[in-house]
């Protein structure tokens, strides 16, 4: 079945690189797009940027500065990093695949905790 | 960006009522809007996408409709599982959005 994980460390300091795997099974990261969304503690969750099914990628551009996603295939993992990491950064991130149609976003993963502090 | 409206923001309901829950984009989307269930510490889960195909698992008491910039998810007769906090997001736009979410509590 389809099935998603997030990977990374809990807690990262400020102006510091946050890096997370998220890494898939029961689908083919050159069929379905990825995506990662995060959402701060109490509030609705924000679309952070997509590896899409080809190899592009598409960021938010509040983001795109700071952004990097990338993808190893034969590992079936989607990388993220961002950089100059902030308190407000922090919250729970999560990897999800893309609906074949590009639309919705049909399976999450259980998602990470990250916590940006000193 | 395209904002994502809903309301109301907390919702207390009796089991047993029907409710609907609303969401307004600041722009036209045609019917690329998808709505999502979250309980509490869990990750999202899809209910409803373009505005009213169902889902796979998911009980035919919730349905969605709408097109343009108007939308509503409805609940037919709340069931106790349903107590949890609702998104809608959008599609329409490359940078997808979400709403803030309407909290669905317990009267």
């Known amino acids: 079945q389809v099935q998603l994980k997030e990977s990374g460390p809990g807690l990262v300091q400020p102006s510091e690189t946050l890096s997370l795997t998220c890494t898939v099974s029961?689908?083919?990261?050159?069929?379905?797009?990825v995506s990662w969304v995060r959402q701060p503690s109490g509030k609705g969750p924000e679309w952070m940027g997509r590896?899409?099914?080809?190899?592009?990628?598409a960021y938010n551009s509040a983001l795109k500065s700071r952004l990097s996603i990338s993808r190893d295939t034969s590992k079936n993992q989607v990388f993220l990093k961002m950089n100059s990491l902030q308190t407000d950064d922090t919250g729970t991130y999560y990897c999800?695949?893309?609906?074949?149609?590009?639309?919705?976003?049909?399976?999450w993963g259980q998602g990470v905790m990250v916590t940006v502090s000193s | 960006n395209i904002v994502l409206t809903q309301s109301p923001a907390t919702l207390s309901v009796t089991p047993g009522e029907s409710v609907s829950l609303s969401c307004r984009a600041s722009?036209?989307?045609?019917?690329?809007i998808h709505w999502y269930q979250q309980k509490s510490n869990e990750s999202p889960r899809l209910l409803i996408k373009?505005?009213?195909q169902s889902i796979s698992g998911i009980p035919s008491r919730f349905s969605g409709s709408g097109s343009g910039t108007d939308f509503t998810l409805s609940i037919n007769r709340v069931e106790s599982e349903d107590f949890s906090i609702y998104y809608c997001?959008?599609?329409?736009?490359?940078?997808?959005?979400f709403g803030a979410g309407t909290k669905l509590e317990l009267k």
């Open positions: 722009q036209s989307i045609s019917t690329s």
């Open positions: 999800t695949r893309v609906d074949y149609s590009g639309g919705p976003f049909d399976y």
């Open positions: 373009y505005a009213s």
């Open positions: 029961g689908f083919s990261l050159t069929s379905y797009s």
């Open positions: 997001q959008q599609s329409y736009s490359s940078l997808n959005t």
């Open positions: 590896m899409w099914y080809d190899g592009d990628t």
